[in-house]
């Protein structure tokens, strides 16, 4: 049952058919090996991550790196993406139950939170998603992002386009494209400015037209 699921969630098979059957048995009993030690990686690696997170707090500032390579004998990258895991895995305890590589890429700070979400709902049931599979929700749900970001700028142009004449509406591209940012914060505070005068006009006419 357990082997059954585990290959439900990595999302393939393996073809012993041509194999004998005593090697048959070996590469099983050695692929169940490596799937075990593959599960120890990554509590290992969060557990190095809490240790370099006690580290680095003691260290005087700018020294972590130099300490990585000449006493933990670790790449200072790899410190790094350790610490972020142990960091991730204290809100999220089922961190344990994905590949290293996968905890690296859900710990990212650009991973949309829904899909850790989902994932850990799924890895708390006994069912951890492949990291292919996790990729690709990551994807899917920045491309969505994206592209609804997309639709915002296409109804922004085309009220624009409806409501300015065309040369307002050059000084706009001329605005965008060249515009400093000294002189878009600026234009940026005028619309600030003109939407709160609008709001107090607005607020006096109907206060106005209350009855008394």
């Given at each position: 049952m357990q082997q059954a699921q585990r290959e439900v969630a990595m999302g393939t098979t393996f073809d012993y058919s041509a194999i004998s059957p005593s090697d048959a048995a070996d590469l099983r009993k050695i692929a169940a090996e490596v799937r075990e030690l593959v599960n120890r990686m990554t509590p290992l690696l969060i557990d190095i991550g809490e240790r370099l997170i006690s580290a680095k707090a003691k260290l005087p500032h700018g020294t972590f790196e130099t300490y990585c390579r000449a006493e933990a004998r670790v790449n200072p990258r790899r410190a790094?993406?350790?610490?972020?895991?142990?960091?991730?895995?204290?809100?999220h305890s089922q961190t344990h139950a994905f590949a290293a590589r996968t905890g690296y890429m859900l710990a990212k700070t650009n991973t949309p939170p829904q899909v850790i979400a989902e994932v850990m709902t799924e890895a708390r049931a006994g069912r951890a998603p492949s990291h292919s599979d996790v990729e690709s929700r990551i994807a899917a749900t920045k491309s969505e992002k994206s592209s609804s970001s997309v639709l915002d700028v296409d109804?922004?142009?085309?009220?624009?386009?409806?409501?300015?004449?065309?040369?307002?509406?050059?000084?706009?591209?001329?605005?965008?494209?060249?515009?400093?940012?000294?002189?878009?914060?600026?234009?940026?505070?005028?619309?600030?400015?003109?939407?709160?005068?609008?709001?107090?006009?607005?607020?006096?006419e109907v206060t106005s037209r209350s009855p008394h």
């Open positions: 790094q993406l350790c610490m972020r895991l142990a960091r991730f895995a204290r809100s109804k922004l142009a085309a009220r624009l386009l409806d409501a300015l004449d065309e040369d307002d509406v050059r000084n706009v591209i001329l605005l965008v494209g060249k515009g400093t940012r000294a002189i878009t914060s600026l234009f940026c505070e005028r619309l600030r400015a003109g939407l709160q005068q609008q709001r107090s006009t607005d607020n006096s």
